[in-house]
C-alpha cells in the first residue's frame, strides 16, 4: 500500500509536463489563438476561435505538448465550403506561425504543424447545439466544457497518470492504428472514479461489458447494452447519450489495459509509465526468429494517404490475407501490420508452418449415387486411390506448389485474396516471403522496423517486456 | 447386353471347378465321413456326422475345395467337454486321412488339416432344434438344409458367379480380416436375386441399409430397421429371425461391392473374376511412396494365437494408434494392418505429414479470471508471448521432439495408446518408422508383404487395379 503510494508519487513526476514544456507550449498556444482570430476577420461564415483539447483542460502529459485550435463555422457553410476554408485558413496559420503545414484527414480535413516543438492542429467545427451535430468534430468543444466543469482543483494531475499508464502499456490512442482510450475516454474515466488509484484498482476487476453512464441517461445497464450491443466497453457520452465514448477500443486493447492494471496493484512499479522504444539488435533478432514460420508482405506505396485510411487499409488487408491462409490450411498464430506512414509497409504472420502438405485427401461421392462411376473415370490414373471407405469415395491428390508464400503470391495475383482496393496494386507487387535472412536485411535500414519486429517476434504487451 | 451374357459364360467357366478338383474332393469327403463316423462310435454324446458348407451344397468354386466335417454332440454334453473332444477326435481324424491338424479358433475350437490338396475342417456342433442354440455352429446343418431345398438344378453355378465375383472384388470371407461376405450369404442372396445377372443388377442399385427377409419374418422393413439397428446390409437368417447373415459385412466392403457391380454392369468383364495376386518390384514400391508419408509399425510374435483373435487385436490396435496419432495432431488419411498369420506383423499409416509443426499455440485464461496472473507468471520467459488477443492470454510454446515415430513410440512405451493387451508387450519392442529405404528392406523379403504394400500404397479395390 505505502508502496503503491510510493510509485504513483514517482509517476507524477514522469507524466506531468516540466516547465519548460508548459511556457513554450503556453507560448505557442497564445500566438496561434491571435494569429488564427485574425485570419478569420473577414472570412464569411468563420464565427469563431477557441482552444481544445488537452491542452484547454491542463491534462497533456508530458512528451505529448499539442494545440488543438477550432475554427467554429456557421451551419449555414456547406461542407464542401468548410474543407476548402479550413485547408486554406490552417495552411496560412501553421506558415505565419512559422510551421510547415501538412494536410491531414479524420472525419474531414484538418492542418498539422509543428511549431517550436509543439504539434498544432487547425480544426474545423461547426457552431450547433446538441443534438444538432453536422460533423464528428462539432461536439469537441462541449467535451472541454463538459470536463473543465466537472475536474475537481488538482484532478489534472490524476488524468496525467492515467493517460501516462495507458501510453506505456500501448493501449493509448483512438486511432485505427491502437484501436485504444482516446485522452477524453481517460478524463472521464478519471471524473468518474475520483482518482488514478481508484481508477486502476476498479479497472482491474473489471468484467466485459462495462458499462459506465456519467450523466445517468439510462435507466438501466441492461438499456445500455441494449443501445450499444457487442461493445465490450460503453461509456455514454456526457454531452451524446447515443454515443459510446469508448467504441474505438478493441477487445485485446481493454483486455491488455485490465491485465495491466491487475499486475501494477500486484507489483507496483514505475515500469508502468515508461514507454520503452529500445531497438534490438539484429542478432536478437534472428535468436527469435529460429524456427518460427513467419511469412512476411512487404511493399512500398506509390502515393500518399491519410494515415487513418491507410491503417484501415492495412488492416483490412491483413485480415483478408489471414482467412486466405487459413482457407488454404494453415495456421496462423498471429498477424500484425506495420508502416513509416509513408512509403514503407509491411504485414506479418506467425504460421504453424511453411508448407502444405505434398498429398491431401480428394472426397468423392457415396457410391450408390449416380457420379460415383464418373469420380472413378476421373481419378482412375491417381496415385492413391479411388479407394472406398465407409460409403464414400476418396483419392489421394498431389500439390504442384506447397510453399505458402508462392501459394499466397498465386492467389493475390490471380485476386483470390480479399485486399483493400487501394493496396491492391502495391500488394500485388510486394515481396513476399518466409526466409529470415531476408527479413533482417529488409529491418537492418530501420530502427523502426526493427521494433516492430521485437514487438512481434517477442510478442509481450510493453509492461510484460523484459 | 450379348456382352454381359458373353462374359459371364467366359466367368462360368473360371468359377466352376474341374473335374479333377471335384473328384478328389469327393474322394476326401468320402474318406473323411466314413473315418469320422469310425471315429466316433464309442465316444458318449458324439452323435452324428454330417458334411456341411459348400461341399454339402456343390456350390464352392475353384481353388476352394474344403470339407467341412461336423461331428454332432448331444446337448447335455458340456461346452468344456465338447471342446476337448473335438480336438481329440478332430486330430486323429487328420491324422488318419493323411493331414497335419492344426488347432484353429472360431467360437470353440475345431481342427483343420489339408488332405490330398484339400482343405477339411472337423468341426463340433450341438444336434438342436431351433432357436435353441447353444454355440454358433448350431445352426450350420439348418443353413445347409434350407439352401438345398431353396436352390434349383442349375443355380449352383449362379452361386458360383456371385462367389467368384466376390472374390475378385476383395469383399468375399466374413472372417475379420476380410469383413466380408459369407458363402451362406452369397447363397442367399442368389436364392432371393435368382440369378447371378440379376443379383448384380440389384446390388448395383442399392442404396444401405438393405433390407432382405426371404423368409418374411417381420412386417416391414422398418420392424428390421428397428431390430437391427446401425447395420448397413440386414439379411434375416432364415433358419434364425433374430440373426443378421450379413452382421459381419463392413459398410466399406458393402459399398465395394456396389462399386464393382456397378462398373461391371458399365464395362463387363471378366476381370472381375479373376483375383490378382502380382508382387510388385521394389522400383515400384519407391515410386510409389516418393514424397508420401508412410509412417510403419512392424514386430513380431512371440507366440502363436488363433487368426481371428490376431486379426481382431491387429484391428484394435491399429485404430487405438491411429487415434492416438490424431490426438497429436496428425490427419490419417489410411490406415491398415498386415500378418503372415504366423509371426511377422505390421501396421500401416499413411498421414498428412511426419512432422508437428516446431512451435504451438497455447491458450490461457482470460483477463479477467484470477488465474490470468498466474499464467503471466508462468510463462513470462516464454520465447513469445503472453499475449492477449481479444480477451484471452496466449503463449507461443516449443516441442522438444517433432517426429511422429519418436513421438509415438514414447506414447506407446510410456503405456498413452490403446492397444490390444496380447499385443503390447510385440509392439512396445515395434520398430516404428517413417524411413522409405527401411520399409522396402522389410518388404524385400516376402512377396506377401510386398502384395500387402502394393495395394495399400495404389489403394485401389482389386476391380480398379489396372
Redo the contacts between chains.
Keep these: 500500500m505505502r508502496d503503491l503510494e510510493e510509485v504513483v508519487e514517482r509517476a507524477r513526476i514522469i507524466v506531468r509536463p516540466t516547465r519548460l514544456e508548459e511556457r513554450r507550449l503556453k507560448r505557442v498556444v497564445e500566438m496561434a489563438i491571435s494569429a488564427a482570430k485574425e485570419g478569420i476577420s473577414g472570412i464569411v461564415g468563420a464565427v469563431d476561435v477557441s482552444l481544445e483539447g488537452s491542452a484547454a483542460k491542463n491534462t497533456w502529459i508530458r512528451g505529448r505538448a499539442e494545440a488543438d485550435i477550432f475554427i467554429h463555422f456557421d451551419p449555414r457553410v456547406s461542407r464542401e465550403e468548410l474543407e476548402r476554408l479550413i485547408v486554406e485558413i490552417g495552411s496560412n496559420l501553421i506558415e505565419e506561425l512559422g510551421g510547415e503545414p501538412v494536410i491531414m484527414y479524420a472525419d474531414h480535413p484538418y492542418v498539422e504543424g509543428v511549431v517550436d516543438g509543439v504539434t498544432v492542429d487547425i480544426v474545423a467545427c461547426y457552431r450547433v447545439e446538441p443534438p444538432n451535430w453536422i460533423s464528428a468534430t462539432d461536439r469537441t468543444p462541449y467535451h472541454t466544457r463538459y470536463v473543465l466543469g466537472r475536474l475537481k482543483p488538482g484532478q489534472e494531475d490524476e488524468v496525467r497518470l492515467l493517460k501516462g499508464f495507458m501510453r506505456a502499456c500501448g493501449v493509448y490512442g483512438a486511432e485505427i492504428k491502437v484501436e485504444g482510450f482516446s485522452g477524453y475516454l481517460a478524463e472521464l474515466l478519471t471524473i468518474y472514479y475520483d482518482s488514478f488509484i481508484n481508477a486502476i484498482r476498479e479497472i482491474s476487476?473489471?468484467?466485459?461489458p462495462i458499462t459506465i453512464d456519467l450523466e445517468g441517461y439510462y435507466e438501466s445497464r441492461e438499456k445500455i447494452l441494449e443501445a450499444f450491443p457487442e461493445s465490450?466497453l460503453i461509456v455514454v457520452d456526457p454531452v451524446d447519450r447515443s454515443r459510446n465514448v469508448a467504441a474505438a477500443v478493441s477487445?485485446?486493447r481493454l483486455?491488455?489495459l485490465?491485465?495491466a492494471a491487475?499486475?501494477f496493484l500486484?507489483k507496483p512499479s514505475t515500469r508502468f509509465f515508461k514507454p520503452s522504444d529500445r531497438a534490438p539488435s539484429t542478432g536478437e533478432l534472428r535468436a527469435?526468429l529460429k524456427?518460427?514460420?513467419i511469412l512476411y508482405v512487404y511493399f512500398r506505396l506509390e502515393d500518399r494517404r491519410p494515415r487513418d485510411v491507410l491503417w484501415g487499409e492495412l488492416k483490412r488487408s491483413e485480415q483478408g490475407i489471414r482467412r486466405c491462409l487459413e482457407n488454404m490450411g494453415f495456421?496462423v498464430?498471429?498477424s500484425i501490420s506495420w508502416t513509416d506512414e509513408r512509403k514503407e509497409c509491411m504485414l506479418i504472420f506467425?504460421l504453424?508452418?511453411t508448407e502444405l502438405?505434398?498429398?491431401?485427401?480428394h472426397k468423392g461421392p457415396?457410391?450408390?449415387l449416380k457420379n460415383?462411376?464418373e469420380f472413378?473415370e476421373k481419378w482412375?490414373e491417381a496415385?492413391?486411390?479411388?479407394?472406398?471407405?465407409?460409403?464414400?469415395?476418396y483419392v489421394?491428390r498431389?500439390r504442384e506448389e506447397v510453399s505458402v508464400h508462392k501459394l499466397l503470391a498465386e492467389r493475390i495475383v490471380s485476386g483470390q485474396v480479399s485486399i483493400s482496393r487501394g493496396l491492391m496494386g502495391a500488394i500485388q507487387r510486394a515481396r513476399i516471403n518466409i526466409n529470415a535472412k531476408s527479413l533482417l536485411k529488409l529491418a537492418s535500414k530501420s530502427n523502426d522496423l526493427k521494433r516492430f519486429l521485437l514487438d512481434f517476434?517477442?510478442?509481450?504487451?510493453p509492461f510484460?517486456k523484459k
Excluded at 476487476?205 to 466485459?208: E, L, Q, S, Y
Excluded at 502438405?357 to 485427401?361: F, N
Excluded at 496415385?383 to 469415395?393: D, S
Excluded at 517476434?457 to 504487451?461: E, N, Q, S, V, Y
Design positions: 476487476g473489471w468484467k466485459p465490450p477487445f485485446t483486455s491488455e485490465i491485465l491487475k499486475l500486484k527469435l524456427d518460427r514460420s495456421t498464430y498471429r506467425e504453424d508452418r502438405p505434398r498429398y491431401y485427401l457415396p457410391v450408390y460415383a462411376d472413378v482412375r496415385i492413391a486411390g479411388p479407394w472406398i471407405e465407409g460409403e464414400r469415395l489421394l498431389r517476434l517477442a510478442a509481450k504487451p510484460l
